[in-house]
């Protein structure tokens, strides 16, 4: 079983930046992709970016170029730089890890809110 536990969200003007964190409790293996999700209101969890162990990552079109996923394999952590932050990006953010055979682990989310 996998725990995660996001940290980092919160209030920023339109421009600015935050960090996220999420640190995985149990076994994560090396074929497992960390990842970021979120969720606005009204609207579907979209996959916002993602990582396998060896670095390769994949980002959602609307934040290319803005957004930077990181992993540390050591310490079952993934982390997301986000910069030039837009009102469109407030959502709940939640981490996740995606296991061979599709097994979904989520954390409980971390609430962004980018004021215009």
């Known amino acids: 079983q996998v725990q995660l536990v996001e940290s980092g969200g919160g209030l920023v003007q339109a421009g600015g930046s935050l960090r996220l964190s999420c640190v995985a409790s149990?076994?994560?293996?090396?074929?497992?992709?960390m990842g970021w999700y979120r969720q606005a209101p009204g609207k579907q969890r979209e996959l916002v970016a993602r990582i396998s162990s060896g670095g390769s990552t994949g980002y959602a079109d609307s934040v290319k170029g803005r957004f930077t996923i990181s992993r540390d394999n050591a310490k079952n952590t993934v982390t997301l730089q986000m910069n030039s932050l837009k009102p469109e990006d407030s959502a709940v953010y939640y981490c996740?890890?995606?296991?061979?055979?599709?097994?979904?682990?989520w954390g409980q989310g971390t609430q962004v809110t980018v004021s215009s």
């Open positions: 149990g076994q994560i293996f090396s074929s497992d992709v």
């Open positions: 996740n890890v995606l296991r061979i055979g599709l097994t979904n682990y």
